[in-house]
């Protein structure tokens, strides 16, 4: 799904997302603010040059609108959305995600796997869980996107959900906490994983 342009500048969005991301790992991981500035510099050095060598990097704006249009006529677009469009996603979830800047993208997807791999350290170290046991409990506490390194697979419903369905999963996991803590955490401990529940969520139209 490649639609090669002028090279955007990305300055700018980085400078937008900068306030958002040091206040989150200030809060969330309790870092001092010059090494949460760091680790986004990092972060976003890094996310950089994998998109010049991905040939993301030069992405229009309004990429999402773009290929909702040429789904229509390309094979190839459609064929890559066929999948996706199996898992419940929807136009405007492929709006959401793919009308943001390629940098914002993918500095989801980094944090995402940030927290994945801070949550199976800390079960290895203070539960004393073998690989496989934390693996499966990452699994059954987080939302799991994309291709991850740790994903214990013991059904078809434990596969990694499609990105373009983070928001409506934040929105489902904040008001069933909100609304029912304890059902939704008895569901989720018999749960073999977080997104097996999700996925018997999208199937019965509650998310």
């Known amino acids: 799904m490649s639609e090669l342009t002028e090279e955007p500048d990305w300055s700018e969005t980085e400078r937008n997302l900068e306030p958002q991301y040091v206040s989150y790992f200030k809060e969330s991981m309790s870092m ?29 704006e309004l990429f ?31 709006l959401l995600w793919w009308n943001m800047h390629d940098l914002e993208r993918r500095l989801i997807c980094k944090v995402d796997e940030m927290n994945r791999i801070l949550l199976f350290e800390k079960l290895m170290q203070s539960n004393d869980m073998t690989e496989i046991e934390a693996a499966r409990q990452v699994a059954r506490l987080l939302p799991v996107y994309g291709d991850p390194e740790h994903l214990i697979l013991e059904t078809d419903d ?28 008895k569901e989720v401990e018999a749960t073999t994983s977080l997104n097996a529940l999700l996925r018997m969520a999208v199937r019965q139209r509650e998310l």
């Open 32 to 60: 001092p603010e010059e090494v949460a500035r760091e680790i986004f510099k990092t972060f976003v050095a890094e996310q950089k040059a994998a998109a010049r060598r991905e040939g993301t990097d030069r992405f229009p």
């Open 64 to 94: 999402g609108s773009i290929l909702l249009e040429r789904e229509q006529t390309d094979e190839k677009v459609r064929n890559a959305f066929a999948p996706k469009r199996a898992e419940g996603v929807t136009d405007e979830d492929i």
């Open 158 to 185: 434990d596969r990694p959900l499609p990105y373009e369905l983070k928001w409506r999963v934040n929105r489902y996991i904040t008001e069933r906490t909100k609304a029912e803590p304890d059902e939704f955490q």
